[in-house]
């Protein structure tokens, strides 16, 4: 399936943004101790011709600008990979996802 309804928000929204011409939506949920279904990490692989010139922390505002609302209530956190399609071309790997920090309200923390 196309994944539940964040995920399928998060992929309408950037496609409607940055028209691109390869997108990868990843629910790493599931990674960092949230209930089943939770969707509150996910990373996104973006590649568009909007990102040509632009350095990658303005390409990260571009699609933080297009995730907007999701970023303010359920999305928790969000890997971003911006491509130009010619970046995409010359290297179509996408990088996996950053080990989990921690975080999980189940954890017991000394102090």
Known sequence: GSGGPLARA???KLTAAL???HLEVRDDSSQHGGPPGAETHFGVLVV???FAGLAPLQRHRLVHEALR???AGPLHALQIVAR???QWQS???N???PPCLGGSKRERRGG
């Open 19 to 21: 028209q691109p011409t």
């Open 10 to 12: 998060i992929r309408s």
């Open 95 to 97: 990088p996996p996802a």
């Open 84 to 86: 130009t399609p010619e």
């Open 48 to 50: 568009s011709g909007r």
């Open 91 to 93: 290297d179509p790997r």
């Open 69 to 71: 609302e999701e970023l």
